[in-house]
């Protein structure tokens, strides 16, 4: 039976060998898989992630309790937003996605497949520490973006020729090795969004570092992001919340609040 790491209100999460993401790997192989590439784009843009900033509260109530959430979703897809309200209304832990502090992010975006791996490692080593801190904290959190979605960028660097086939072998071995050491998230909620959607969003928050992302990448990362939640949910329960209610209820909530201001 897997162990829990219990916490002072129940559960914070499942203590087992985590989903090794059948995208990721091919178990009928030794080597981690690494998919034939065929045409690739000659100046992909792409997108990013980054590592842990943390809202701690005071205290947490124990109606569910201990709980570890994990936000997914495509680039824009407001995942910050709704671990922001959750961390809010369930009084607990929150975990955002930063970029300020990124040390690899300009130079990633300079020359992409020069600092693809070391982003990535950045990025997986990051999140790891953010997803261990959870666990051993042994209070209810929120992340936003969790350590399961480095594996889609990874492989996107890697089908894109933007990542050695060597460095994306290394890395698979690296997440494998640390997954090891990882409990899973109670539940992850996944941010439904439309590539035409994310591009939107994109365009409205205007960072610069995000201005290249083309809606040829975005397809590409909605399909892929489609295949990781189908076998991610083999293994940890997954909420699929549409981005179009979630936007409006947003929308409503700060309209219903502007009205109370006045």
Known sequence: ????????????GICERPPVLPDLLDPSRSEPAVEPIGDRPSNPRLGHGSGPTT???????????????GIAGMIGAGKS????????????????????????????????ARYSFAMQCYLLNRRFQQHQEIIWRQRSAVQDRTIYED?????????TGL??????????????????????????????????????????????VESGI??????????????FVADISKTIPVIRVDY????????????????LEL
């Open 151 to 159: 594996s889609i960028f990874a492989k996107m660097l890697a089908k």
């Open 214 to 227: 083309s809606e040829e990448y975005l397809h590409a990362l909605y399909a892929a992001y489609g295949r």
């Open 163 to 208: 990542m050695d086939d060597r460095d994306y072998r290394t890395y698979v071995q690296l997440f494998r090795n640390m997954s090891n050491f990882m409990c899973k998230p109670s539940v992850i909620v996944f941010l439904d969004v439309s590539p035409e959607s994310s591009a939107e969003r994109i365009r409205s928050r205007s960072r610069d």
């Open 81 to 112: 937003t709704l671990a922001k309200a959750l961390g809010d209304h369930l009084g607990i832990d929150t975990y955002y996605e930063p970029v300020a502090d990124n040390e690899y992010l300009a130079d990633f975006y300079r020359d992409t």
């Open 55 to 69: 809202v701690q509260r005071t205290a947490a109530p124990e109606v569910f309790g201990n709980i570890f959430i």
């Open 1 to 12: 039976r897997p162990s829990r790491r219990p916490g002072p209100g129940g559960v914070i």
């Open 244 to 259: 179009d209610r979630f936007a409006e209820a947003i929308r409503r909530r700060r309209h219903v609040a502007g009205e």
